[in-house]
Nanobody
């Protein structure tokens, strides 16, 4: 089992940048696929980005491609989401998620992940 704690959210102006971090407990972090999802008020939780276990292959939603970068540091049990060129529509609570790679059904599907953090608020002002 793994516990996840996000940090790094805040208020930023449009065009600005933020870096989110997600620290994971446990000794098998490298065997988990890691994802970032977000949920805006009144909307469903949506996929943002994910990174696989082996090879660190990355995946992005079309809405953030070219602006966001996901990365992981297995030595620090941490996954990052570097967000640049932020837009007001990026405003949401951002959640980190984890799932053992051996059980992952769909890396961009929120229902594939069993472990979630508490979320961190990102607000982008216009």
């Amino acid at each position: 089992q793994v516990q996840l704690v996000e940090s790094g959210g805040g208020l930023v102006q449009a065009g600005g940048s933020l870096r989110l971090s997600c620290a994971a407990s446990g000794r098998t972090f490298s065997s988990y696929a890691m994802g970032w999802f977000r949920q805006a008020p009144g909307k469903e939780r949506e996929f943002v980005a994910a990174i696989s276990c082996i090879g660190g292959r990355t995946y992005y939603a079309d809405s953030v491609k070219g602006r966001f970068t996901i990365s992981r540091d297995n030595a620090k049990n941490t996954v990052y989401l570097q967000m640049s060129s932020l837009k007001p529509e990026d405003t949401a609570v951002y959640y980190c998620a984890a799932e053992p790679c051996t059980r992952l059904q769909g890396i961009g599907n929120r229902n594939s992940y069993d472990y979630w953090g508490q979320g961190t608020q990102v607000t982008v002002s216009s």
